[in-house]
């Protein structure tokens, strides 16, 4: 990533190997994100781009830490900015593991040198982070298998490494009145920002990333765009669009401060004004506070858009909203809001059926409506004589 220079008299721009700076550029200055910076950054991925295709003159140590930087490189250029700081952090902490523990080239990973990696993560930050770490590294493990060349053919050792047992937590999803409050604070833009959240069951990337190219009024459509594909292929989805949010669409677009083409933007000063959202930390957890209710986030958001479009389509119409590849997904969002937890619903609409009405008819007619029971012959003193009887007999 382009660095700006202590006088801010340009970017400096530099292709790292392996942690060793192979070569570097200055570029004009100019802000963030500007055309400045974006010259400097796309320089640094073509050099690293073509420092990476000489590979197999670099040592076995270098060549360990080759596959970091060419699975990261991979990531930033197909998966989101989130994605990719995550991915940093586990890469950063194993190749500081396997610094301190003499793993020098890629053969020497083992079986039990990733557990013991993901078990001091485990202790460290608890067995569900240890699992976040154990997917992301082999996913980096499968890349390389697929795209470096003499890179171990075989991805089970780390596969061989199971799981860490952890104990699910049920994600919270708040009652609908609960997000009527929480709407009622938000104000122009974090209205609508909200609003096309449920209305579409987006993730708050996708919004992020919402153009108004994406925005087809007169069709009355709304494009959404993931990285949800394999190998974090982008995918785009067209949905139809509710009036009301096309409305607060419209009358977004007419009064938004900067004519950008993000559609949602950064307001809070002058140097971020126009620029699109990277994250919203506080957001939800203010607005809850001030609507007087319990926290929830954007994602419990989507759970809600789910569950209602659930109730009131069935499960497939949950799986288009949420754009799940597979129902066992949406099947997750569904029963994080209690949508499966009554037993008593299950009997009630088997008993309520035409089959169920029929059974209890047919009940009533052949069995007798008063039976003699055989209580009377099984006091507690009526089985003590026959225990006794039985071993009179048999002595």
Same mark, same amino acid.
């Given at each position: 990533?382009?660095?700006?220079?202590?006088?801010?008299?340009?970017?400096?721009?530099?292709?790292?190997?392996?942690?060793?700076?192979?070569?570097?550029?200055?570029?004009?200055?100019?802000?963030k994100g500007g055309?400045?910076?974006?010259?400097?950054?796309?320089?640094?991925?073509?050099?690293?781009?073509?420092?990476?295709?000489?590979?197999?003159?670099?040592?076995?140590?270098?060549?360990?830490?080759?596959?970091?930087?060419? $699975? =990261?490189?991979?990531?930033?250029?197909?998966?989101?900015?989130?994605?990719?700081?995550?991915?940093?952090?586990?890469?950063?902490?194993?190749?500081?593991?396997?610094?301190?523990?003499?793993?020098?080239?890629?053969?020497?990973?083992?079986?039990?040198?990733?557990?013991?990696?993901?078990?001091?993560?485990?202790?460290?930050?608890?067995?569900?982070?240890?699992?976040?770490?154990?997917?992301?590294?082999?996913?980096?493990?499968?890349?390389?298998?697929?795209?470096?060349?003499?890179?171990?053919?075989?991805?089970?050792?780390?596969?061989?490494?199971?799981?860490?047992?952890?104990?699910?937590?049920?994600?919270?999803?708040?009652?609908?009145?609960?997000?009527?409050?929480? =709407?009622?604070?938000?104000?122009?833009?974090?209205?609508?920002?909200?609003?096309?959240? $449920?209305?579409?069951?987006?993730?708050?990337?996708?919004?992020?990333?919402?153009?108004?190219?994406?925005?087809?009024?007169?069709?009355?459509?709304?494009? =959404?765009?993931?990285?949800?594909?394999g190998l974090g292929?982008?995918?785009?989805?067209?949905?139809?669009?509710?009036?009301?949010?096309?409305?607060?669409?419209?009358?977004?677009?007419?009064?938004?401060?900067?004519?950008?083409?993000?559609?949602?933007?950064?307001?809070?000063?002058?140097?971020?004004?126009?620029?699109?959202?990277?994250?919203?930390?506080?957001?939800?957890?203010?607005?809850?506070?001030?609507?007087?209710?319990?926290p929830f986030g954007?994602?419990?958001?989507?759970?809600?858009?789910?569950?209602?479009?659930?109730?009131?389509?069935?499960?497939?119409?949950?799986?288009?909203?949420?754009?799940?590849?597979?129902?066992?997904?949406?099947?997750? $969002?569904?029963?994080?809001?209690?949508?499966?937890?009554?037993?008593?619903?299950?009997?009630?609409?088997?008993?309520?059926?035409?089959?169920?009405?029929?059974?209890?008819?047919?009940?009533?007619?052949?069995?007798?409506?008063?039976?003699?029971?055989?209580?009377? $012959?099984?006091?507690?003193?009526?089985?003590?004589?026959?225990?006794?009887?039985?071993?009179?007999?048999?002595?």
């Amino acid at each position: 990533m382009p660095t700006q220079r202590r006088d801010r008299m340009g970017w400096w721009a530099r292709v790292v190997i392996a942690g060793r700076q192979v070569t570097s550029r200055m570029f004009p200055p100019g802000r963030k994100g500007g055309p400045e910076w974006r010259a400097a950054k796309e320089w640094e991925e073509a050099g690293r781009e073509k420092a990476l295709a000489e590979i197999k003159i670099l040592s076995a140590s270098e060549r360990l830490l080759a596959w970091g930087e060419m $699975y =990261l490189t991979h990531v930033g250029r197909s998966m989101s900015k989130q994605t990719l700081a995550e991915k940093q952090g586990v890469m950063r902490e194993f190749f500081g593991f396997c610094r301190e523990n003499g793993v020098q080239a890629l053969e020497r990973i083992d079986k039990p040198k990733v557990y013991a990696f993901l078990s001091g993560v485990a202790d460290r930050r608890g067995p569900n982070r240890a699992n976040v770490y154990r997917k992301n590294l082999l996913a980096a493990w499968h890349w390389g298998m697929d795209f470096v060349d003499g890179f171990p053919p075989s991805a089970a050792v780390i596969e061989k490494v199971r799981p860490f047992p952890t104990r699910p937590q049920p994600r919270y999803v708040p009652p609908e009145e609960d997000v009527v409050r929480v =709407l009622r604070q938000a104000r122009e833009q974090d209205l609508v920002f909200l609003l096309t959240m $449920y209305f579409t069951g987006a993730r708050r990337g996708e919004l992020f990333r919402l153009t108004w190219e994406d925005v087809d009024a007169p069709g009355g459509k709304i494009r =959404l765009t993931d990285h949800k594909g394999g190998l974090g292929q982008q995918r785009q989805r067209w949905l139809a669009m509710h009036p009301e949010l096309a409305r607060a669409l419209a009358w977004w677009r007419e009064v938004r401060p900067c004519r950008v083409e993000h559609v949602f933007m950064q307001t809070q000063n002058d140097a971020a004004m126009g620029l699109p959202f990277a994250k919203r930390i506080r957001f939800m957890r203010t607005l809850c506070e001030r609507a007087g209710v319990k926290p929830f986030g954007f994602h419990a958001l989507r759970h809600k858009s789910a569950a209602i479009v659930f109730v009131g389509g069935g499960l497939n119409a949950a799986q288009v909203l949420m754009r799940h590849a597979r129902a066992t997904t949406t099947d997750i $969002y569904v029963r994080s809001a209690g949508l499966y937890t009554d037993p008593g619903a299950i009997t009630d609409a088997l008993g309520s059926s035409s089959i169920g009405l029929a059974a209890a008819c047919l009940l009533e007619k052949e069995i007798p409506q008063e039976l003699d029971t055989l209580e009377a $012959y099984c006091t507690p003193d009526h089985v003590h004589d026959m225990i006794r009887q039985q071993g009179k007999r048999a002595n």
